[in-house]
């Protein structure tokens, strides 16, 4: 279907009152939603992410919080050794079964393995859609409760036509809102308006944007506080990336669970995550949204599968899965130390962990044979990548 049926089909679909109703004079009727020359193929992109059993590899760790990875398993921070464990992810056999998308960083989209091949094109052989981090890091919110605002919409347009150009169809942009901060009201907004923005332009350029509002699990509250916190989030998101013409078909969401905060007394049971946090998104996410992605936000490898296959245990309106990092990579890490002959067990724990959380979006996860590894919590506090 070429763009310009897939517009006129859109706007065919409207009420009669809506569509019969005369411009006013001198003013040009715009489109509810951007129907531009990528429409067809962003919606066939994010459907695809968006495939049954599948979920995201995000592995687009700034090089100094790469950095702090690779020293945690005594290795040094340069240009070779992330590019070799960069390498054994992205060329890990298998991986399409249950991976559909890979979040890289820009170094990484740009680079080429060691053998040659580049990045981009180990992860097509792979049938793994390329994607990118393209925001540029929190700064201080000044006027705030010591709260953070995301750079990157500065000449955003031209790197996301760069991006698209190298192979990347996706895109990730990351804010924060802060609980124990409050939060404050301008936090919020700037938080929201600024992924409508960066999802606007990344749409036109060809790039399906993640829109990831991380409700930080830095605090004592419980999770009530979350839910409330996480609902009004939502809520301003979704009014700017309407009020910005973003085609909510063509994008994909990666929340936080709605947990009670990390140094709450209290832990919540699978069943208790699943229930508040379906029922944050079903006040909030329009169904037209395809994906939900989850980050695991410091949780162990255990929990956050665990708390996805939760939520699978009854239909949902969009397809409801993971976006992780750390609940993907940690024990793959531990395991590969930078020696040359851990690269198939490292990449076996890969494919383990990738098929729990590809079995738990489809409500089949047991936690039959996991190790201790897996169930230690990630959770640092004031994270940042």
């Given at each position: 279907m070429a763009a310009t049926q897939f517009a006129a089909n859109t706007l065919a679909a409207r009420p009669a009152a809506v569509a019969s109703r005369p411009a006013r004079r001198g003013l040009r009727v715009q489109a509810a939603a951007y129907n531009g020359a990528y429409a067809e193929e962003l919606v066939a992109t994010a459907r695809k992410i968006a495939s049954t059993g599948k979920g995201i590899l995000a592995m687009d760790e700034s090089n100094a919080t790469c950095g702090k990875r690779l020293e945690s398993v005594g290795l040094e921070n340069t240009v070779e050794n992330r590019q070799a464990y960069r390498e054994l992810l992205v060329s890990t056999p298998g991986l399409g079964q249950y991976i559909s998308g890979a979040i890289l960083f820009e170094e990484t989209l740009f680079q080429d393995t060691r053998k040659g091949t580049s990045m981009v094109d180990e992860l097509n052989k792979n049938g793994i859609v390329p994607g990118i981090k393209v925001d540029k890091g929190l700064h201080p919110l000044d006027n705030s409760n010591n709260e953070s605002w995301c750079a990157g919409l500065d000449g955003l347009s031209q790197r996301c036509a760069d991006y698209y150009k190298q192979g990347a169809r996706f895109a990730k942009w990351r804010s924060v809102v802060s609980i124990p901060a409050g939060p404050s009201a301008i936090a919020v907004r700037d938080c929201a308006y600024g992924l409508a923005r960066y999802a606007a332009i990344a749409q036109n350029a060809g790039l399906v944007p993640i829109v990831e509002p991380e409700i930080l699990l830095d605090g004592d509250h419980d999770i009530d506080r979350t839910l409330e916190v996480a609902e009004m989030t939502w809520a301003e998101t979704f009014k700017y990336l309407a009020d910005n013409n973003v085609l909510f078909e063509g994008i994909l969401l990666k929340p936080s669970m709605v947990t009670?905060?990390?140094?709450?007394?209290?832990?919540?049971?699978?069943?208790?995550?699943?229930?508040?946090?379906?029922?944050?998104?079903?006040?909030?996410?329009?169904?037209?949204?395809?994906?939900?992605?989850?980050?695991?936000?410091?949780?162990?490898?255990?929990?956050?599968?665990?708390?996805?296959?939760?939520?699978?245990?009854?239909?949902?309106?969009?397809?409801?899965?993971?976006?992780?990092?750390?609940?993907?990579?940690?024990?793959?890490?531990?395991?590969?130390?930078?020696?040359?002959?851990?690269?198939?067990?490292?990449?076996?724990?890969?494919?383990?962990?990738?098929?729990?959380?590809?079995?738990?979006?489809?409500?089949?996860?047991?936690?039959?044979?996991?190790?201790?590894?897996?169930?230690?919590?990630?959770?640092?506090?004031?994270?940042?990548?």
């Amino acid at each position: 279907m070429a763009a310009t049926q897939f517009a006129a089909n859109t706007l065919a679909a409207r009420p009669a009152a809506v569509a019969s109703r005369p411009a006013r004079r001198g003013l040009r009727v715009q489109a509810a939603a951007y129907n531009g020359a990528y429409a067809e193929e962003l919606v066939a992109t994010a459907r695809k992410i968006a495939s049954t059993g599948k979920g995201i590899l995000a592995m687009d760790e700034s090089n100094a919080t790469c950095g702090k990875r690779l020293e945690s398993v005594g290795l040094e921070n340069t240009v070779e050794n992330r590019q070799a464990y960069r390498e054994l992810l992205v060329s890990t056999p298998g991986l399409g079964q249950y991976i559909s998308g890979a979040i890289l960083f820009e170094e990484t989209l740009f680079q080429d393995t060691r053998k040659g091949t580049s990045m981009v094109d180990e992860l097509n052989k792979n049938g793994i859609v390329p994607g990118i981090k393209v925001d540029k890091g929190l700064h201080p919110l000044d006027n705030s409760n010591n709260e953070s605002w995301c750079a990157g919409l500065d000449g955003l347009s031209q790197r996301c036509a760069d991006y698209y150009k190298q192979g990347a169809r996706f895109a990730k942009w990351r804010s924060v809102v802060s609980i124990p901060a409050g939060p404050s009201a301008i936090a919020v907004r700037d938080c929201a308006y600024g992924l409508a923005r960066y999802a606007a332009i990344a749409q036109n350029a060809g790039l399906v944007p993640i829109v990831e509002p991380e409700i930080l699990l830095d605090g004592d509250h419980d999770i009530d506080r979350t839910l409330e916190v996480a609902e009004m989030t939502w809520a301003e998101t979704f009014k700017y990336l309407a009020d910005n013409n973003v085609l909510f078909e063509g994008i994909l969401l990666k929340p936080s669970m709605v947990t009670p905060g990390a140094e709450h007394a209290k832990r919540s049971t699978p069943d208790e995550v699943a229930a508040y946090t379906l029922r944050m998104l079903r006040r909030r996410v329009p169904p037209a949204v395809p994906g939900i992605m989850f980050l695991s936000g410091g949780q162990s490898e255990l929990e956050s599968t665990l708390n996805l296959n939760a939520m699978n245990q009854s239909p949902n309106p969009w397809h409801v899965s993971f976006s992780y990092a750390r609940a993907l990579q940690n024990t793959v890490l531990k395991t590969w130390k930078g020696e040359e002959g851990n690269v198939e067990a490292a990449q076996a724990m890969l494919l383990k962990r990738a098929k729990a959380n590809s079995d738990a979006q489809q409500g089949k996860y047991t936690a039959d044979g996991e190790s201790a590894e897996a169930a230690k919590g990630m959770f640092e506090k004031g994270y940042v990548y």
